[in-house]
């Protein structure tokens, strides 16, 4: 597609939700969806850079493509929620099985217990994280090293550097940093998981996660 017949193309889908453009709520809401409509079509991506972090502690270390979905977030699927979970292993039996085309998953980051952050898949991509397509879609999966039933691996470097990433997401997306829209693996519909488990501290973590927003504006 040239860039003359994109422009023509936006142009056409845009204009065709001027009927509802100018009836309050509804008629934003629709041309949201006109909108993220066009950002899905053929051929209009966004810039990228190989080795490009959202995330700037973080290091690249790319997933399969496999595991995840080329997307142009939060442009064609709104960005609303963080959704956290356990490996059941170590950091580095995270990054293997994410650069692995037969295991169908990955998250776009994984934080080890040192504090120590992986991104795997791009902010802007859809990865294979939740279980459920709605909510691959609208999130962004964050792994943490280690077993939900040994509350010693949570370790205060790795709520911190958690917090910190989560803080960023949320300020990028203008995502409210509640319990509504941070959500366990567990919590997502039709999922057969159970991280974080009990032993996560939902409200240190929030508390941190909050400290860090503050830290960002």
Known sequence: MSDTDT??????LLLGGAAVAGVGLAGYAARDQLE???WRMPG???PRRPGEVDHRDAEWVAASAANWRRADRPYDYAIDRVVIHVVQGGYADALKVFR???HGAATHYVVRQDGRIAQTVRELDVAFHAGNRDYNERSVGIEHAGF???PRDFTEPMYRASAR???GICARYDIPVDREHLIGHVEVPGTDHTDPGRHWDWDRYLRLVRAAR????
């Not at 503050?214 to 504006?217: E, I, M």
Request: glycine share 0%; charged share 50%.
């Open 36 to 38: 993220r409509l066009w």
């Open 7 to 12: 422009t023509v193309s936006r142009r056409r």
């Open 44 to 46: 209009n991506d966004r």
């Open 148 to 150: 939900v039933d040994r």
């Open 214 to 217: 503050a830290d960002t504006d």
């Open 165 to 167: 990433l989560t803080a």
């Open 100 to 102: 692995d085309p037969e």
